[in-house]
């Protein structure tokens, strides 16, 4: 992998109008047969499965924080069964495709989290658009669209590109859609300028979609049978450049999804807090990154307010974990006097636990 390049974008975008995820507690792995060792070795995948999707880190079971909470994965399960695979799916070792899905409890779960500070990436997550670029010494340069999913294209690279790239969307629990490569898109970026990785004609012609992000992949096979490309994504007001290549024999976009991810989704994750002593504050009308930025400005010139951490985002509303000295009463007091926050949950008592506010745009 060749090293990235980490752009911090001062942009004004639209804040994040995110899509729930479902399933983020169960993970369907494939297993050699139905016997105890198997059973095991696959409970332990699915918590790793699971683990990546809650934290939107890929390498999270190394963490050292995990190890004194990974005695026994059997802990954590809900409920599990075997049954057979998807067609997505690889074929497991015997040929019999048998899956074993494990549903985990999310109490159980979140107190692992939570116990071991490692990071949360909401269930309410970015939606990105993908823009994904091959080029072949036959056809040339061309999009890669729906259309490759279809029975023409069953043995082509771009049908296996395609599904892998969705597997792999799906296995860290990240929505996403392809651009639909009509007219309006055919005139909004051409084929070199999303092959060249044009950050801001890409950025206009994902303009049209809403979404919360857009990922821009490309890859070639060269005249040895090497496959090279790179991509670029831009979201949660970053940009990321990564270079890869591999064997032709060799999976690779599993891999570069997962790297590619392991950086976006850190504007979206937060550390749970433990410090019971905290406040929680709840900010509306928090329509912009702009709003967004203006608010953690406001936080960070009162002086009574010691640390504050992102929470929880739910639409246009934000929430802190905030200490501050004083307690509630005082941050009340602070937060009206600025001119900045429109009381909307009462006059705080000096023992409450949870402030709420509309930001007031300027």
């Known amino acids: 992998m060749l090293p990235r390049l980490l752009l911090v974008l001062s942009l004004i975008c639209h804040f994040s109008i995110a899509e729930e995820v479902e399933d983020l507690y169960v993970s369907l792995v494939p297993v050699a047969d139905q016997s105890a060792i198997s059973k095991d070795r696959g409970v332990e995948e699915a918590l790793n499965n699971v683990l990546i ?41 015997d040929g019999r495709n048998t899956g074993l899905e494990v549903s985990f409890s999310r109490p159980a779960i979140d107190q692992l989290i939570r116990r071991a500070q490692l990071p949360v990436l909401p269930s309410n997550r970015p939606k990105l658009l993908v823009w994904i670029v091959k080029d072949d010494v036959t056809t040339g340069r ?70 919360d992000g857009w990922i821009a992949l490309r890859f070639y096979r060269t005249s040895s049978g090497e496959i090279r490309g790179a991509w670029l994504y ?59 930025k203006s608010v953690i400005e406001q936080f960070e010139k009162l002086e009574l307010v010691e640390s504050f951490d992102l929470f929880s985002i739910s639409g246009n509303r934000i929430r802190f974990s905030v200490a501050a000295e004083g307690g509630a009463e005082l941050l009340h007091k602070a937060l009206v006097r600025s001119g900045q926050f429109r009381d909307t949950g009462g006059v705080a008592p000096i023992d409450a636990k949870y402030l709420v506010f509309d930001w007031v745009s300027q």
């Open 53 to 93: 999707k809650l934290t939107g880190n890929s390498e999270i079971i190394n963490s050292v924080r995990l190890i004194p909470f990974l005695d026994s994965a059997s802990d954590y399960i809900d409920a599990l069964s075997f049954q057979d695979l998807p067609s997505n799916f690889e074929e497991s070792l």
């Open 142 to 211: 061309e999009f890669l669209s729906q259309d490759f999913l279809g029975s023409d294209f069953s043995n082509s690279i771009g049908q296996k590109v395609l599904t892998d790239f969705s597997s792999a969307m799906e296995s860290r629990g990240i929505p996403y859609m392809l651009p639909t490569f009509d007219l309006e898109d055919q005139l909004a970026l051409s084929i070199d300028q999303a092959w060249n990785l044009s950050a801001d004609n890409i950025e206009l012609a994902s303009e049209r979609y809403r979404a």
């Open 234 to 292: 831009q979201a949660g007001g970053r940009r990321e450049l990564g270079d890869f290549n591999t064997q032709d024999n060799e999976p690779f976009i599993a891999r570069e999804v997962d790297s590619l991810l392991d950086s976006l989704t850190r504007s979206f994750s937060y550390i749970p807090q433990t410090n019971t002593n905290a406040l929680l504050v709840e900010i509306g009308n928090v329509e912009s990154f702009s709003n967004y």
